[in-house]
């Protein structure tokens, strides 16, 4: 390893992870540099592109790691997550022991996991998604979103619109919308409708090789597009969505704990209230912590 790329946190606390991060890149030999992306004003190293670096370290949340497998996707360069406060889905390593992560790293005692996408098509235009694609009314008055399966309508849905997620972003806008959670392994897109005004429309689990078309129709406040939780200008209401396999790579200790574990250690996924009583564990339940954007 010889050079670091950073994708920072906007508005965090980073001071003592820097200089942990700087201080191990030091004694290694190691440059640092920062990977600049969209909307970030933040300096906290000299820039550097990201096929420049070996690896890409993302210090904040989940969103930034989304950012950063962005930015490392276009380079095919691998995104070490670190949590600096809230622990997410995606971030491999806290913050107090980015020393050891970066060891590890350096060591060779870790894998890169394949992170997919959603390849979306919007007019002339094509974005790609790692978390989820949301289609949300804009202000007052409900969409009206017709969702095609391979060329088979499914359902024309009234409501605040609809989620398009990855297995991996299954666990975030999905599933605090009563959607279904996409276990490791499983390749496709869950469909999930936002607050449905009637109809009987559950959410749609399609495969990999399949292709969800959407027609929007905006209400009278208009839509909003957001990919990975972040609004984007497209121009057209007519989006199809395919699957991009392979898109990022993410990477993953040795000693990493499994996705479902980790959903259950954050509250996310619990025991039934029952099951805690007839053990005596009802200390246990947790108060759900809401998915970081």
Known sequence: MRRLGLVVHPTRDLDDVLEEVRGWAQ?????VRQVLVTGQA???????DAEACDVIVALGGDGTTL???????EASRPVLGVACGSVGMLTAVHADHVS???EMVSEGH????AIPGLDVAAGAGRHVAINDLAVIRAGAGQLIVSITLDGALYARVAGDGLVVATPVGSSAYTMAAGGPLLAPGAEGMAVTPLAPHGGSVPPLVAGAGSEVALAVEPGFGGVRYEFDGRPVEILGHDLTVGWLPDYATLVRLADDESRLAGLRRRGLVQDSPRVLVREGRLGELKK?????R
Do not use: I, N
Request: net charge negative; charged share 15%; hydrophobic share 50%.
């Open 27 to 31: 004694a290694h030999e190691v440059e």
């Open 42 to 48: 933040r300096r906290v190293a000299d820039p550097s």
């Open 67 to 73: 950012a950063a497998l962005h930015a490392g996707a």
């Open 100 to 102: 050891a992560a970066l």
């Open 110 to 113: 870790w894998h890169p996991l």
């Open 288 to 292: 759900p912590v809401p998915p970081a």
